[in-house]
């Protein structure tokens, strides 16, 4: 008999009979049942992530009026509108949660809603595009073809089709800057400096630590991560460190060590004091990405006015012709 003081989405028949699908490895789609923890976590991390696109945008865009050259300007124009695609992308996955993007976008112009805090550093050298495809797009993947296999069928989906656009994003990137690391000392300089500044936010962005991570452990039996951040964390230290090595450059971290026993690449401590004030708004850069995001929106009024106006008209003419 139904327990009626039981919210229907607390009902331990539905939430064992979801489980029993996660375990057997199906994917949860829009219209399924899903516990509301399920729904609000979800809608959590897809809508950082969709936020951490877009806020992502800034860093490099800064640099696209002074690219070295033609190749150069089109690659990374191309790089930051893909990444606009990508938040566009996901933030329609979060409606498939029942959730309005409006409401998200808002959440993050107010200041609200976290984004990655990679974003929230500045770029001080045009070497930082090339790090910044490199580490930043490589972290980004580490954790992306991970998230491909996520429980919630539109964001494994949307990741599937994401990665391969990521995939460029970190060849231009590392492409960069081998180009720097074989140039002139002053390039080489250049591309070591920004390499020593994007290093620790890097391994930042896989989150805190797994025995700080308060939501990790339900994500996990859901499915909706398949690894914990220190495991990808590790995976992303094991897959750079030999790239670094090829450019003949070298990393801030004097405790970086091969473990023959584990096959690991062991790392030196994480400023997480550093993270905790980046992730509460005191980074280098927070006001400043969240003024520019403000001022695009604002500028962007008259074409979502127009666009709306233009929607009504054509509902109106359809409904006379009709
Ligand atoms: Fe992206
Ligand atoms: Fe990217």
Redesign the pocket.
């Known amino acids: 008999m139904a327990n009626t003081t039981t919210a229907p989405h607390d009902d331990p028949a539905l939430v064992a009979a979801f489980e029993a699908r996660i375990a057997a490895g199906e994917s949860i789609e829009p219209k399924d049942w899903m516990p509301e923890r399920y729904r609000r976590q979800l809608t959590r991390m897809m809508s950082q992530h969709a936020h951490s696109e877009i806020v ?1 945008m800034l860093p490099e865009g800064n640099w696209i009026t002074r690219a070295p050259s033609l190749r150069r300007k089109l690659s990374l124009i191309a ?1 930051v509108q ?2 606009a695609g ?1 938040g566009l992308y996901i933030y329609c996955g979060t409606e498939t949660l029942g959730v309005d993007r409006h409401e998200l976008v808002n959440q993050l112009l107010d200041g609200k809603a976290k984004y990655s805090s990679i974003f929230n550093y500045p770029t001080l050298s045009f070497s930082d595009v090339g790090v910044i495809g490199w580490l930043v ?1 490589g972290a ?1 993947i580490v954790n992306q073809t991970i998230l491909a296999k996520t429980s919630y069928g539109p964001y494994a989906r949307a990741m599937i089709r994401i990665c391969k ?2 995939n460029f ?1 970190k060849r231009q990137g590392f492409e960069l800057c081998a180009h720097l690391a074989k140039g002139t000392p002053a390039q080489q300089a250049m591309v070591q400096e920004s390499l020593n500044r994007f290093w620790w936010p890097s391994l930042m962005m896989f989150g805190p630590s797994d025995t700080d991570s308060p939501n990790s452990g339900e994500l996990l039996r859901w499915k909706v991560k398949r690894k914990t951040n220190d495991e990808l964390r590790q995976r992303f230290v094991n897959l750079t460190v030999p790239q670094v090595q090829a450019l003949g450059l070298t990393l801030p971290d004097p405790d970086l060590t091969f473990d023959e026993a584990t096959g690991n690449w062991t790392f030196g401590a994480i400023d997480w004091d550093e993270f905790q004030q980046v992730i509460s708004g005191n980074g280098p850069c927070n006001h400043e990405r969240l003024a520019a995001r403000r001022k695009a929106h604002n500028d962007g009024e008259w074409v979502r006015a127009a666009a709306t106006a233009y929607a009504a008209k054509r509902a109106s003419a359809s409904t006379e012709a009709a």
Do not use: I, M
């Open positions: 992502g790089k893909d990444e990508h797009d980004a656009e990521e994003h």
